[in-house]
């Protein structure tokens, strides 16, 4: 099966983001159901999720992209079966090991920069990666 998300990247709000590319500190999760716009954020202590106040036929992405802080990027990724044990969570619960999780991407990203990079390249099940 073929989805389609979109990965917002922009500035975070904790203490490496000194040490982070601008643009590049924190990376949220954008789909749509059947009947929504979903936006995940995955932070350090929780799971922030919120249905957005746009129909299924509005563009979100485009509207989100418009905002100079943000960097929007359309991912089409094929979802596979879950049957591989791959550890996944070895670093600890962050956003960048979410969006990994989410998207069935494996690779040994840590910051959000280095996973933007990885993607690009369109290796494993990433299907398609580009900027809005």
Not at 56 to 64: D, E, G, H, R, V
Not at 73 to 83: C, L, P, T
Not at 99 to 120: A, C, E, H, I, M
Request: aromatic share 14%; glycine share 4%.
């Amino acid at each position: 099966m073929i989805k389609e998300a979109w990965l917002i990247f922009r500035d975070g709000k904790h203490k490496l983001q000194r040490i982070l590319k601008s643009k590049f500190g924190h990376i949220s999760l954008l789909y749509k159901d059947d009947f929504n716009w979903i936006l995940i954020s995955p932070n350090e202590d929780n799971l922030e999720v919120v249905i957005l106040p746009y129909n299924i036929k509005a563009n979100a992405p485009t509207w989100l992209a418009a905002n100079k802080t943000m960097i929007v990027v359309k991912v089409i990724y094929k979802i596979k079966e879950k049957s591989d044990k791959f550890p996944r969570l070895l670093i600890g619960f962050t956003c960048v090991s979410f969006v990994k999780y989410f998207l069935g991407y494996k690779d040994f990203s840590v910051t959000p920069y280095q996973l933007y990079k990885n993607l690009r390249k369109l290796k494993k099940n990433i299907i398609q990666c580009g900027e809005l």
